[in-house]
């Protein structure tokens, strides 16, 4: 009789536990969420020379108390910081964007921005390409269409400051107009050079003749060519519409686009176009929780993720054991939750007082229609 009775309290036991699992089914999810270490990812790029992508990376992370306050973190970021600092790597990063146009670093963006900015660049990869053409080598003909539309806003630039002079400032418009698409023909350069040019981009680049077509795309580039690590989220706009998504996503984040869309990816990008209703600071926070975090924060909303991430981080500080139960009951399928809390409350049903109940309400009716 005693096991008898411990048998039904254990599976009244399982059938409230599954009942609270099923109504506090977001706060499970959310204990359940695990935080991302950066420490591996920043190694592995930090090997690989990486330093500008490993030091953005890193520097997202460090924001958060649980990455600053590690030891390991706040080293390997020193060691990041002080290579990118020092005057040899500089030097070659000048060099590099100097040569080839293109470089992961703000100095190396900037000599490679002023060789291009100023027709040097322009004529440089006509001429390459020139040479290419006379020894009867292939001809790049996305550079050769880049190159020659460059030209031609590096005119229209002098034109356009020549008639602000004129008019004392009315033609001002023109010349910024301007100057966003000479910036965005140099990005688009920089992502061919760095194999970052999306196949539909570049049919469109070769097919243009004018400025005019390229306007609304040259203007997102631009965005995205000012963001760290911005070529890397062009390569990854499927059409015109995604890469306007992409340049709206990396100017709400700025710097911090591209750590938060190599964890986030598409989900990031989809929530960040209601970062006004989410709000920023909740969307970099469910990032560090990874794409599960992100899913949650879609899926409940920014002041329900806020609260039930923040009653999650006090139960994570007991321990491991929670977070392992609550992936475990998230684990198990909804109908066998279901079934346990029917079996609970079965073996719990008084059935002799129901069967005897039931046979009295038998006898009574009976007895009514005996008589």
Known sequence: MKWLTLFRLVLLALAVVSAVTIWQQYQLEALALIRIDPIPVAR???????YAEAGGYLGFFMDYDYVNHN???????????SKRSSWEYQFSKFGEGLLTGSSDETIGKAAGFASDFFVIGDIRDLMFQGVNLAK???????????ASLGVIASAAQVASAGGTAATAGAMAPAVAGTTVAKSGLIALKAAKKLGKLPSWLNKIIIQSKTLDGLSEVLTNVNTLAKTPGGLNLLSQASNASELGRMAKFADIFGAQSAAIYRVGGRTVIEIAQRADKIGKDTIRLATTFGQDGLKLLDKIGALKFTKVISRATKMAYKGDVFQLLAR???????WVKYLLIVIGLLV???????????RWCCRRVSNFYST
Request: hydrophobic share 50%.
């Open 44 to 50: 592995t790029m930090v090997s690989e020379g990486r």
């Open 71 to 81: 030891p390991e973190a706040l080293g390997l970021y020193e060691e990041i910081s």
């Open 136 to 146: 009867g080598e292939e001809v790049d003909k996305t550079l050769v269409a880049l």
């Open 328 to 334: 475990f009951l998230l684990w198990l399928p909804p």
């Open 348 to 358: 719990w049903v008084p059935w002799r007082m129901l069967s005897a109940f039931y």
